[in-house]
């Protein structure tokens, strides 16, 4: 019998996994619930460290501002650590793979010293990482508006959430289903889905879609 997932990323997203869901009986419900767009910004004073929290706020920062050579990078995830790699930058500190979200916060505001810090930032940031900084030694910079619009999902056996956006996104049309199973992207969004009423049968700490793959195929 064929099973559906739901994942809350848009298919071009996740396009070079679907055929290893399509081959063992799984049919894809790929769809965000977010939209975004560039804003106006400036940045208000000169900065050590840049702090990239995913590839979307690499991309929107450097359509308008290109990255001085003597700042050093730091990024979460490894995805954004390749696009930055892509680019040509170094990155010069990241989150070890098995690393929990708290736990790199503290790492990195210890690797940080008295720098100060830049941190590009969606409109609906939750500023984990930046929050752990005094004002004085950060700036909190907002580089592109994020924007969250519901929609009816058929149900499905399984459901992926990806952000806390998402978890919001989708609660605007629907409810979490009592019998299927529901993974986590990582530890902000098993949050959100705790805090809004839903469930965690299982989290991903790599927050990949190679990951995911595995988790889900070697459950059925």
């Not at 001085?68 to 990155?91: D, Q, R």
């Amino acid at each position: 019998m064929r099973k559906r997932i739901f994942i809350s990323k848009n298919e071009g997203e996740i396009q070079p996994f679907l055929n290893n869901f399509k081959a063992n009986d799984w049919d894809v419900i790929a769809h965000s619930f977010l939209s975004f767009e560039p804003v106006d910004f400036e940045v208000q004073a000169l900065y050590d460290i840049l702090f990239f929290s995913s590839p979307r706020s690499v991309t929107f920062f450097k359509t308008r501002l290109s990255i001085p050579s003597h700042v050093l990078i730091a990024c979460i995830g490894e995805k954004t650590k390749e696009v930055l790699k892509e680019m040509g930058h170094v990155v010069s500190f990241s989150r070890d793979e098995n690393e929990s979200l708290s736990n790199f916060a503290l790492s990195f505001k210890n690797w940080s010293q008295k720098k100060r810090v830049l941190f590009p930032i969606s409109s609906i940031s939750l500023k984990t990482i930046s929050s752990q900084f005094p004002n004085e030694q950060k700036e909190e910079l907002t580089v592109y508006s994020t924007k969250i619009i519901g929609r009816n999902i058929e149900e499905c056996d399984t459901y992926v959430f990806t952000s806390p956006s998402n978890v919001i996104g989708f609660l605007k049309n629907n409810t979490f289903p009592k019998s299927a199973r529901i993974i986590s992207w990582g530890e902000s969004t098993s949050k959100s889905l705790l805090e809004n009423g839903g469930r965690i049968d299982a989290e991903l700490k790599n927050s990949s879609l190679e990951e995911l793959v595995n988790v889900v195929l070697s459950e059925h």
